[in-house]
Structure formats: C-alpha cells, structure tokens
C-alpha cells in the first residue's frame, strides 16, 4: 500500500517539533488546568457512597455498573465477558482490572459492613470509589488532551481556552464524580480528535491507524460516540488534501485501513460482542428500544429533542454565559475558512441530530460533545486575536465566563462535599417520628428517598425491591404504594401516617405535567401536616447559582429537595 506524504524522517521530525516546543511556561499552564480540574472532580468524590444507612450509593446507574460490569457472580474479579451490554464494556474492564489492583495493595478504602466481613479495599464502597476515581481521572485527562490539540494545530492558546473551559463545565464535573461510563467516553472521543487533527496535518498510516482504534474504544465504551470515527474519515477526505500519489484509490484504501482499526479497537474494548454475541444483540437492542420510547414520565412532552438538549441539557450543563460564548464559537467556526474546524463538526453535527431523535433525553448524554464545542469556541476567539479591540473583547469575556462557569461548578461540588438532603432528612425522621409509627412513601422507594432501610439503594427492580424492602424489620412501620402503582392514595388512608416523605426527583417530572393523581397525594399529604424541606439547588453566599425551576434528571442527583410532611 502506497502511504500517504508524512512517513520520511524530515516529516517525522517536523511532527514532533510541536512537542519540542512545549517550554516551562506551557508546562505549567497545562498542569495548572489540570489541577483546577483534578480539585473539582475530587472535591466531592465520596458524595452518597454506602455507609451504615445504606448498601449502595445515591447514583442510580452505580450500583447496576458494579453489579453487572464489575462482579462475577458477585465477586469481584477480571472476566471479559461481563454478560451486560447496555453499555460498551470497556470502562468495565478498567474498572474490574482497577479493582483488582487496589484489593491487592490496598490504596482505596470505603465502609465495610461488618456482617460481611469483608476488607475495607474489597467493600462495595471501595469498589465504588475506585469506579468514580477512574472517572475523575478521565475527565481531567480530557483538559490536557485539549491542551495538546492546539499544540497540535500551532494555535496553543486555542487549546488552553478549550481546557479550561472543560475543566470548569458544570457537566463534565458532576459526571466526573460518578462511576459511569460518560467521562471515559468523553477523554476517548478527545482522544480521536487529537489524533485527527495530526494526521491532517500530516498524514502518515500510523496515526490514522491509531485514530481508528480510539474510535473503535469509544464506540466500546458508549455505542453511539462510535460517530467520532467520522473525525479522522473527514481528514481523509476532505478537499484539498490531495495524497501524493494514488489519488481516490488511496483514500479509499485509507478509508479500508481505518474501518479496519475501528472495528479491531471495539473488538479489543468489548470482546464481548464475539463472546457473547446473542447476550450482546439483546441488549442492544434493548437500549436502542428504550431510547425510542422513553422512559414514563421522565422526558414525557419535553418537546423537540434538538430544541431540549440545547435550552436544558447545555444551558444547565454549562450555564447561560458558557452556552452562549460557546454557541458563539460554533457560528464563528461554521463561517470561517478554517478547514481545522470540519474536523469536530463531523463528529458534533450527526451526535446531535441522533441525541435529538431519541426519547431518552439524559444531559450527560451531551457530554461528549463538550470537547468538541470548547475547541470550536478556543479556534474561534484565537482567530480575533489580530484585532486590538475585538480580541481584548473577546477574551475578557471569556474570563468573566469561565469565572461564572466554575462558580457553578464550585456549586454542585460543595452540595456533594456537604451532607446529602437525604442523609439530612433521615437524621430529622430518627429525632421527629417515634419508632413504630408509619411513614408513607408516595412511590417505591429508591435513591430518592432517605434510607430508612440499607435496601432502599439496592440496584434491583422496583417490585423486587418493594417485595424486599416490606420483608425487612423497620424501626417504623412502613406503607409503601401497593404493587405496580405510584402515588397511591391508599397509603395516606386511615390510620393517618405520622409522615410522609416525597422527592422531587420522584416528583418534578409528575407535577410538571399536571399529573391529577399526583397532584391529589400532595395536596392530601401535605393537609394537616407541618412540612419540612432538606436540600435545594447550588449557591453560594446566598447567591442562587441554577434556577429553581426544571432541572435535568441526572444533575438533580445530587441536590434534590426532600420534604417531610409531620403529623401536627
């Protein structure tokens, strides 16, 4: 195969004359954004992990990815096949090969629960942290990932804007705290687009290789970035990169080589799919079914998909100012002749119009698109540069953004460092409520409801969890909603429960879509009671940081409002 112009020794030294360059100064700026981004993403990391009140974390999706991606049959130990592929399994085994390493030295510690007898580096809690410890690493290795793309393209400070503003977006810091597969994803998909950009510069069959692979792991990872492969197929082919000899036939062969190293990459990240092939259709399959529903009441009448990820997904996820700058960025790129820019858009544009059409409408979910906005928005303020006024303009508001930016972020850090407003609300219930009364709960109990019991986080079914929680001793006597219901009036019936508690991570969805049921429990939980409200969103001083109106599911996690409604 003829390789494209790149691969002779004076090409190869002029590629890594960029890394040369990297002085002292540069260093240092790299690894001052890199450690505002590390403090972010640790300040916090131990938000809602298990304790005595409680078996698994407050998130969710931890206590499945551990479960399905981690254990093997319950115990913790490397296996490739993970026999759950809802999700690409590549972070899983990282995950799995972590937690094998700190169970033999010891270096992550979590809560123990004594009757298991089990070392505090092998507890749920530690395994958990691990997880999220992967995560938190992730993410800020995207912020020196991003340093380096505007080396790469001899536009430096185009890459110290986009790093740090990664490093302060609300989203990409409340997801590094969670042990999902989204921030590994996102540092994957920067990966690939820091590969991209220098085999356009200079093209050579190793980094275009090495480009396909990192697609391959991202799609291993989380299916749908698998599209970030269009990234180095469009530095391939776009006009007026003409190869030096072979012409079309090269590029199709260059096209060959990097569907080649795509597919070996997903292969390597999730062997499950040659494992476990019929496993691994199912549950494909299944996601892709969900995403096409919905999920109930969650993203019910949310409106366009493309319209609800850019007014709620982003503008929480950054913030007004930083959704602005940003979008900003985005129309400058799109009207300048900067042939740098096709790069993250053929990845950004069909991640989009996918995220849009579905039903499911998480805001991580646009979370891998931030590395690609944030270099768009770095090229675009760069490229003003020349013009005094315009220049000094742009860049003072980009510091004011970023200071608002991480004053957000600085927000939903100190609610996950602080005490949790269901761990608040518990110690309320064990002071105010008497043993042996009742408490009513609106729906079956999950992470939205202060554990008065360790199973109410158990990562099972709700009618599972109902059967299981209903047989377990209770210093209260509970009334949960009968099977297969939600908002039963019958748990608020005679004898009058002497509290009731609701969330309104159970709750937002319902009442904003005028839910007549569940707006009759409220009214009849709160008549006659004296309510009291734990938790609320982020601020600081005082100063209300998000809007306490609509606030997307999965940045509600960690500052939901509880209300316990007493008996007077």
């Avoid at 096949?81 to 972070?91: A, C």
């Avoid at 536009?155 to 804007?161: E, F, S």
Wanted: glycine share 8%; aromatic share 10%; proline share 6%.
């Amino acid at each position: 195969m003829t390789h494209p112009p790149g691969d002779g020794a004076d090409d190869r030294m002029k590629r890594c004359s960029w890394v040369r360059s990297l002085d002292m100064r540069t260093a240092l700026a790299c690894a001052a954004i890199v450690l505002l981004a590390g403090a972010l993403r640790l300040w916090g990391i131990g938000w809602g992990l298990p304790n005595p009140d409680r078996t698994f974390s407050l998130h969710p999706d931890e206590g499945v990815n551990l479960v399905n991606g981690v254990l093997d049959r319950g115990v913790a130990r490397p296996h490739l096949d993970i026999g759950f592929y809802n999700y690409g399994s590549f972070y899983f085994l990282l995950w799995q090969i972590a937690v094998a390493v700190n169970s033999a030295y010891g270096f992550v510690h979590g809560y123990a629960d004594p009757s298991l007898r089990l070392a505090a580096q092998d507890s749920i809690g530690a395994m958990l942290l691990v997880g999220r410890l992967l995560s938190a690493s992730a993410s800020a290795l995207t912020c020196v990932i991003l340093f380096l793309s505007g080396r790469r393209l001899e536009r430096g400070r185009a890459g110290a804007i986009a790093a740090t503003l990664f490093a302060v977006a609300p989203l990409a810091v409340v997801n590094g705290h969670f042990a999902t597969v989204d921030s590994v994803a996102t540092l994957i998909v920067a990966c690939t687009m820091f590969a991209a950009f220098a085999y356009a510069r200079h093209p050579s069959t190793t980094t275009l290789s090495v480009a396909g692979v990192l697609a391959g792991l991202a799609a291993a990872t989380r299916y749908n970035t698998a599209l970030c492969a269009l990234m180095p197929l469009v530095a391939i082919w776009r006009p007026g990169d003409q190869p030096a000899d072979g012409g079309y036939a090269l590029r199709v062969r260059l096209t060959l080589l990097l569907t080649a190293t795509c597919l070996a990459g997903f292969l390597i990240g999730c062997p499950g799919a040659l494992i476990n092939s019929s496993k691994f259709r199912a549950d494909v399959l299944f996601e892709a079914a969900k995403s096409a529903r919905g999920m109930g009441a969650l993203f019910e009448d949310t409106g366009n998909g493309w319209a609800y990820h850019y007014l709620v997904s982003l503008r929480h996820g950054l913030g007004w100012p930083a959704l602005a700058l940003v979008s900003l960025g985005v129309v400058i790129a799109l009207v300048r002749r900067d042939r740098s820019v096709w790069i993250p858009l053929a990845f950004l544009i069909p991640y989009y119009l996918m995220m849009g059409a579905a039903q499911v409408r998480f805001a991580r979910y646009m979370l891998p698109m931030l590395p690609g906005v944030v270099m768009l928005t770095g090229l675009a303020l760069t490229a003003l540069d020349g013009r005094r006024w315009t220049g000094r303009t742009a860049l003072g508001t980009y510091a004011l953004v970023v200071g608002w930016t991480a004053m957000i972020a600085v927000g939903y850090c100190r609610m996950m460092a602080g005490p949790d407003a269901r761990d608040l609300a518990l110690r309320s219930i064990r002071s105010d409520v008497s043993k042996g009364s009742s408490i009513a709960f609106a729906t079956t109990p999950w992470y939205w409801s202060p554990s008065l019991l360790p199973d109410f986080t158990s990562p099972i079914p709700g009618s599972a969890r109902r059967t299981q929680i209903l047989s377990q001793p209770s210093d209260w006597i509970l009334r949960l909603p009968r099977a297969d219901r939600e908002w039963d009036m019958t748990a608020l019936e005679d004898p009058s429960p002497s509290a009731v508690i609701v969330s309104d991570l159970e709750s937002q969805d319902p009442v904003r879509l005028r839910r007549t049921d569940v707006l009759q429990f409220l009214r009849r939980a709160a008549s006659g009671r004296r309510a009291r409200t734990f938790g609320g969103r982020p601020t600081i001083l005082d100063l209300p940081l998000v809007s306490k109106g609509y606030l997307p599911n999965d940045l509600l996690y960690v500052c939901p409002t509880i209300t316990v409604y007493l008996s007077r």
